[in-house]
């Protein structure tokens, strides 16, 4: 099968990460006799330096025309004085808006091999941890109206934070179809307490809970779910938010799993297009050295043959890989333990492509 593949390796371990994720396709296309063909464009502070802007006109194209979207991270302490309009991030906003990518898919698993290098006691996550963070990618705070004015003298700043029905209901029947699909427990996330999108976000769900009478739902508060989710993150199986709320939730569920360089990411539209990033950012403070976790980004492409390209073989080939690498006790520098073998970023990849 022949795909295309748009590439976004972005700043800062971008590049390092995502050369590994192409290396681990590049084995499975020999394996299985497919053919990926990749098309680089830059994203982020690497295209403000060249092109002034964070992505161009050309590059969205690309990002358009493709069967798939491949990113590494953007941004860094470089570009972060950049005017609102060309900041790097604008450009990741944009690609998720202009390809209608509204449901963006987080699984939050802990590989057994890495149960000392997750923060939480033994028995806290004795149980495991295995957990999907669907998040709504399009809406919310993000990207409604901003305004910074001067009122009486004083700089006051406003962030507004709309959502219509049909935004949430979108969302909705993706988390609970993702639900049916693994242990029909869902818990939605809002703030109903006191945000009035939050109010019509648990309306909409409350409905929707109607068609899926085999989903046990519940509704939480996203305080008490930040407390829980350390507490006790195992009485989770899918959770659905809102975009800021996932975005913040779902940095701290990465720890329950020793490393926020192991978590990947699926942002999916309502058609086959995928784009498909690990869920950290550029990591500034290790860009260039090597030393980065690609595990995020490789199972991020493995999340791609699953979900794009109906891809199950392969995509189990590259989770297995990796289970095996960890079980064989090679570890970056993010999660190794005493008496394992520490490797570089270029190094994992080669072992994951070598069980492939
Ligand atoms: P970050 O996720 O880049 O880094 C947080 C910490 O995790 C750092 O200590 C970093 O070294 C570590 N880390 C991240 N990925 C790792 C990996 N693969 N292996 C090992 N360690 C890893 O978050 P930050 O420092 O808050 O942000 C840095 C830049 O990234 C900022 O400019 C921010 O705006 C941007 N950002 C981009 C995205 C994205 O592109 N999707 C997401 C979040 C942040």
């Known amino acids: 099968m022949k795909k295309n593949i748009t590439v976004l390796n972005g700043d800062g371990i971008g590049p390092e990460i995502v050369r590994e994720a192409v290396k681990v396709l590049d084995r499975v296309a020999e394996k299985y006799g497919h053919g990926f063909v990749y098309t680089y464009v830059d994203i982020g502070g690497c295209s403000i330096d060249k092109y002034g802007v964070p992505i161009t006109d050309e590059g969205m194209k690309k990002c358009k025309e493709a069967d798939s979207v491949l990113l ?40 057994s091999q890495l149960s000392n290098a997750s923060p939480l006691k033994e028995s806290v996550i004795s149980k495991g941890i295995d957990l999907m963070i669907v998040r709504e990618l399009t809406g919310g705070v993000y990207f409604g109206k901003k305004e910074l004015k001067t009122v009486n003298g004083e700089e006051v700043a406003t962030d507004i934070m709309p959502y219509s029905v049909h935004e949430i209901e979108r969302i909705g029947r993706v ?95 309502d058609g086959k297009l995928g784009m498909y990033e690990p869920i950290h950012g550029s990591a500034p403070d290790i860009a260039g050295m090597n030393i980065a976790n690609p595990i995020g980004t490789v199972m991020s492409v493995a999340m ?40 570089s970023t270029d190094k994992m990849g080669d072992l994951i492509a070598s069980e492939i």
């Open 304 to 343: 791609m043959l699953r979900y794009s390209f109906d891809m199950k073989d392969e995509a189990d080939d590259i989770e297995n890989a990796v289970n095996k690498v960890l079980d064989s006790g090679y570890r970056t520098a993010d999660i190794m333990q005493e008496g394992l073998i520490k490797v």
């Open 72 to 111: 590494g991270a953007v941004g860094g302490p470089k570009w972060d004085s950049c005017p609102a309009e060309i900041r790097p991030e604008k450009a990741l906003l944009a690609v998720r808006k202009e390809l209608g990518l509204f449901a963006n898919l987080r699984p939050t698993k802990l590989f």
């Open 175 to 269: 988390a609970f179809e993702s639900a049916m699909k693994r242990n029909k427990k869902l818990a939605s996330v809002d703030k109903a307490n006191v945000l009035e999108t939050s109010r019509l976000w648990r309306k909409t769900m409350h409905r929707l809970a109607f068609e899926y009478p085999d989903v046990e739902y519940s509704d939480i508060l996203v305080d008490n779910t930040a407390m829980q989710l350390i507490k006790n993150p195992t009485q989770f199986d899918v959770i659905v938010t809102e975009n800021m709320f996932g975005d913040i939730l779902s940095d701290e569920a990465s720890m329950l799993t020793g490393s926020i360089g192991m978590m990947p990411s699926a942002s999916l539209s």
